[in-house]
C-alpha cells in the first residue's frame, strides 16, 4: 500500500476521500485553486498545494501543475475522484507515465468506454443488451437525418466523447434534429473536445437504473447490486436509492449478471459502474459505463457495509477484493438526494455567501460547505449529499422526509423545495416512477 495519496479533486468528494485516507492511516494532500483557498477539504487534509486560478482549466484540469503537485509533496497515488479529470484516460496515463497510481482503471479501459460508440460496440459484441441507435459516430445533419428515419422518432441525441447527462436531448421530428443538431454538436465540443454525435432510440417510461461493479488485477469480478437513478432534471440525477424499487427479481438479477459480463469482457479493474434503462416491460438496455466513483456510491455502501473507496484504494495497490460475491450481502435500503446551489424552477446556478447552514441529524452527510462557504459560478453547483437509511424503504423514506424538513442553507438559492416535492410525490412515495418524474411534479415557486 502507498503511503500518500493526493486527491486531484475538491468539495464534498475530496473531504469523502481524506476520510476514508485517513481510516487506512494514509497521507493526504489536497490541492486547491484560489477560488478554494478556505474550503473544508484544503484544511482537512494532511498538505494542501495552489495548483491555480479559479477556471478549471487552469487548476483543477492543469495536468503538469497536478503532478508537479504531487511530486513536491511526495505523493505515490492520485485519486481524481468524479468530474474533473477522473475519466480522462490522457491523465491516468500521465499520472501511470509520472511513475504513480491512479486509482481507477486502466488508461485503455478509460479511453474504449468513454467513446460511447466504441462502448456500445464492445458491449453489444459482449452479449450485453443496447439500445437501438447508430452503430458508429454521425458528423452531419444529412446522415443524422437518414438515421433518424431508420431508428425511429423520437430519439436522443447523445455526444460521443460525453458523459453524465451533459449534451443530452431528445427530438421528435425532422425539423427539431435539423434544428438542434449544429448546437448540440458545439457543445460537445465544448464541453468534450469533440463534437461527433450519435443517435439512440428514445425509450419512453424508462427507469434509470445502474449496476456497481468492483474488479481487481486477479480477475475477480463483482457486483455491489444495483441503484435506481431515475429522478432527473435534464438528464442529471437528483435522487438516488437501492435497491431499486418494485424491480422484478428476474430483471434484476439478468441486469446484474448482464454487467458483470460487460465488465469481464473488457477487462475492467477497479470501482465502476455500468449504466441501463429499463424499459416498462422490464427490457434493459445499456447506455454507459463510467469509470469512476460515482456521486451516488453512499446508497450501495449504506446497503452493503463496503467503503468503495477503501476498495479503490485497496484495489489500486494490487490487492485483491476484499470480498467475494457471496459475502455481498444487501441490507435494507438506502436514500441520497443532491442538494445544489440553484434556483429550483429554473435550474440555474445560484452562487453567492453560504451565511448558515442546519444540517439533520442521525443521517450521512457528504458535505463540501459550511457557514461563510463561497459558492463560485466555476464548479458544480452540488453542495451537499444527505443519505439515510432503513430497514425498510418506508423507514427510509420517513427518515429523509424528516432530514429535509430540519435541513436549511441561507444565502443561496436551493433546490431543497424540488427535493422535498419529490420525496412528498405519491409516484415517488410508491416506487413507481420513471425518468419523467420530476417533468411531472409541479414546480416549487420558491427557494429557501
Not at 197 to 207: D, I, P, Q, S, T
Not at 365 to 371: M, Q
Request: some cysteine; glycine content about 8%.
Amino acid at each position: 500500500m502507498f503511503r500518500t495519496l493526493l486527491i486531484a479533486n475538491r468539495g464534498e468528494i475530496a473531504r469523502r476521500i481524506i476520510r476514508t485516507a485517513r481510516s487506512m492511516g494514509l497521507r493526504t494532500v489536497a490541492v486547491y485553486s484560489d477560488a478554494d483557498r478556505e474550503a473544508p477539504h484544503v484544511r482537512e487534509a494532511d498538505e494542501a498545494v495552489r495548483i491555480g486560478p479559479p477556471p478549471a482549466r487552469e487548476s483543477y484540469l492543469n495536468v503538469p501543475a497536478i503532478l508537479e503537485a504531487a511530486q513536491k509533496t511526495g505523493a505515490e497515488a492520485i485519486h481524481p475522484g468524479y468530474g474533473f479529470l477522473s475519466e480522462k484516460a490522457e491523465f491516468a496515463s500521465a499520472v501511470e507515465a509520472a511513475g504513480l497510481v491512479f486509482v481507477g482503471p486502466p488508461p485503455a479501459v478509460i479511453r474504449a468506454m468513454g467513446d460511447k460508440v466504441e462502448a456500445r460496440k464492445r458491449m453489444a459484441a459482449s452479449g450485453v443488451p443496447v439500445v437501438p441507435g447508430t452503430p458508429d459516430g454521425v458528423r452531419s445533419v444529412e446522415e443524422a437525418l437518414a438515421a433518424a428515419e431508420a431508428i425511429g422518432y423520437p430519439v436522443l441525441i447523445k455526444a460521443g466523447a460525453g458523459g453524465g447527462g451533459i449534451g443530452m436531448e431528445r427530438v421528435d421530428d425532422p425539423a427539431a434534429l435539423r434544428e438542434r443538431f449544429e448546437a448540440a454538436s458545439a457543445r460537445a465540443e465544448r464541453f468534450f473536445g469533440d463534437g461527433t454525435l450519435f443517435l439512440e432510440k428514445w425509450v419512453g417510461g424508462a427507469r434509470h437504473v445502474e449496476v456497481q461493479l468492483a474488479a481487481d488485477r486477479f480477475g475477480n469480478v463483482v457486483h455491489l447490486f444495483e441503484r435506481d437513478c431515475s429522478v432527473q432534471r435534464r438528464h442529471q440525477k437528483v435522487v438516488e436509492e437501492a435497491p431499486a424499487p418494485n424491480l422484478d427479481p428476474s430483471v434484476r438479477a439478468a441486469l446484474l449478471r448482464a454487467a458483470v459480463l460487460g465488465a469481464r469482457a473488457i477487462g475492467y479493474r477497479n470501482v465502476g459502474t455500468m449504466e441501463f434503462i429499463v424499459d416498462p416491460a422490464g427490457r434493459f438496455y445499456f447506455i454507459e459505463m463510467n469509470t469512476r466513483l460515482q456521486v451516488e456510491h453512499p446508497v450501495t455502501e449504506m446497503i452493503t457495509g463496503v467503503d468503495l473507496v477503501e476498495w479503490q484504494l485497496r484495489i489500486a495497490a494490487g490487492e485483491p477484493l476484499p470480498r467475494a460475491q457471496e459475502a455481498i450481502v444487501p441490507h435494507g435500503a438506502a436514500i441520497e438526494v443532491r442538494l445544489y446551489a440553484e434556483d429550483p424552477v429554473t435550474f440555474l446556478p445560484s452562487p453567492g455567501a453560504v451565511t448558515s447552514v442546519r444540517w439533520p441529524e442521525g443521517v450521512r452527510l457528504e458535505a463540501g460547505i459550511e457557514a461563510g462557504t463561497k459558492v463560485t459560478p466555476f464548479y458544480d453547483p452540488l453542495l451537499a449529499k444527505i443519505v439515510v437509511h432503513g430497514a425498510t424503504r418506508s423507514e427510509a423514506l420517513g427518515r429523509l422526509a424528516a432530514a429535509l424538513t430540519e435541513t436549511s442553507v441561507e444565502g443561496v438559492k436551493t433546490n431543497l423545495p424540488l427535493l422535498r416535492a419529490i420525496v412528498a410525490a405519491r409516484a415517488f412515495v410508491e416506487g413507481r416512477y420513471d425518468t419523467g418524474l420530476i417533468e411531472a411534479l409541479k414546480r416549487p415557486a420558491s427557494s429557501e
